[in-house]
Structures are given as structure tokens and as C-alpha cells.
């Protein structure tokens, strides 16, 4: 049972290239999110997928953009990217929406990003 | 503004003795509470939490006491293992609204063996 799955592992970009991030879970939940986590901070959500079809946005989405390919897969692209957007993300996914009920997040490995 | 704080970036105890994380938060909306445990190259993995109905929590080692009126949660980890070693993240969310999750920054527990 893989879970919550990320490709890449690592990725250097330069300024103004694009990439997208990839994200797959197996656990047939309904939620998916994406964080970044800088150095001195917590987790901060840049957008989320509360169910197959619909995408939101989060504490920091600017820079970003999402899709919510079908149930298992979310993706998070970066079309421009910028110094300020090197950081670890972690995808996440939850059966209910941000653990509603005591529902819990299960979260990714990561992906280190760094913009030159 | 910083609504959930974990004030100590990190601590050092001795293994077989008691680890104690501390968490503060402002919002007194939050009405669920969870702690995180993440090691390095990993994502966090989700280790206990508490409703606000509750004062505290138990699993195994792993205890979350909440003091709603202090806005104060802290987790004991009884007796501390080298493999406890990690950083440990607070989160909390609200039940009204979109009960969004708001991490505090981590504390980095090391557990001298």
C-alpha cells in the first residue's frame, strides 16, 4: 500500500521556468491538498480539492495553479516560477474534508524545490 | 499573525525520561487538535488528537492534554526513545467554517540514548 505518493523527489529550476508537481494517492480518499513548508514555519495549505472536481484556494496560493485530475491524482504547476517559491511541498489527502469528524491527513514524502 | 505557536524550536531529553512539546494558540474558535511527527525526508505522519470536549488523550506513550482556557495543549511522550527523535508539528482547526488546519512551526525532540 504506496498511500500518499510525490514525483519529483527534487527538482532546481531557474527563474521564470515552469514545472508541474505531481501528487497520487491510493487510499480512495475524497481530499487532497497541497502545503509548502519553509524553515521557521509550519505547513502552510496553498490549495485544496475537498472531492473529485472542485479546487479551492488555500493561505498562499498565489503562484500556483491545480488540477484535480480525477479522485486519485492532484497536481500543482508552477507557471513562472520565483525564489520565494523554493521550498518542500507535501501533498496530502483525507478521506473527509481537512479531517472533518476526526478524520485525519496522510501526507506525502515531499518534493524539495529550489529556484535559482 | 502566528494563531497556532510552538515556541521551542527544538529540545534535547534523555532517553527513558519524559518529553514534553508545548503548543499555544490564539483563536479560541479551534475545537480540534493534532499533533504531527515528521522525519527528515519524510512527510508528517499523524500521531494523536484530541476534540476540545476532552481534556486529554492517551495512546500508548503518547499523551495531549488541552487547557481550553489557557488556549494550551502539550503532548508527553513517557518514557522518550531514540526513535522519538523528530520534529513534532501542533495543528489545529475550527468545526465552524472550512476547518482548515493551521500547523504550528515544530519542535525538533532529540533523544539522547
Known amino acids: 500500500n504506496a498511500g500518499v505518493t510525490q514525483t519529483p523527489k527534487f527538482q532546481v529550476l531557474k527563474t521564470g521556468q515552469s514545472m508541474t508537481l505531481q501528487c497520487a494517492q491510493d487510499m480512495n480518499h475524497n481530499s487532497m491538498y497541497w502545503y509548502r513548508q519553509d524553515p521557521g514555519m509550519g505547513l502552510r495549505l496553498i490549495y485544496y480539492?475537498?472531492?473529485?472536481?472542485?479546487?479551492d484556494k488555500g493561505e498562499v496560493p498565489n503562484g500556483y495553479n491545480v488540477s484535480r485530475l480525477n479522485k486519485r491524482e492532484f497536481s500543482l504547476r508552477l507557471e513562472s516560477a520565483a525564489p520565494s517559491q523554493t521550498s518542500v511541498y507535501f501533498c496530502?489527502?483525507?478521506?473527509?474534508?481537512?479531517?472533518?469528524?476526526?478524520?485525519?491527513?496522510?501526507f506525502g514524502p515531499g518534493t524539495r524545490l529550489t529556484v535559482l | 499573525d502566528q494563531q497556532v505557536k510552538q515556541n521551542s524550536p527544538s529540545l534535547s531529553v534523555q532517553e527513558g525520561r519524559i518529553s514534553i512539546l508545548n503548543c499555544d494558540y490564539t483563536?479560541?474558535?479551534?475545537?480540534?487538535f493534532l499533533w504531527y511527527k515528521k522525519y527528515p525526508a519524510e512527510g508528517p505522519t499523524f500521531l494523536i488528537s484530541i476534540s476540545s470536549i476532552k481534556d486529554k488523550n492517551e495512546d500508548g506513550r503518547f499523551t495531549v492534554f488541552l487547557n481550553k482556557s489557557a488556549k494550551h495543549l502539550s503532548l508527553h511522550i513517557v518514557p522518550s526513545q531514540p526513535g522519538d527523535s523528530a520534529v513534532y508539528f501542533c495543528a489545529a482547526s475550527a468545526a465552524s467554517g472550512t476547518y482548515k488546519y493551521i500547523f504550528g512551526t515544530g519542535t525538533r525532540l532529540k533523544v539522547l540514548a
Open positions: 483563536n479560541s474558535m479551534f475545537d480540534y
Open positions: 480539492s475537498a472531492s473529485e472536481g472542485t479546487t
Open positions: 496530502a489527502s483525507s478521506e473527509t474534508v481537512f479531517g472533518a469528524a476526526g478524520d485525519t491527513q496522510y
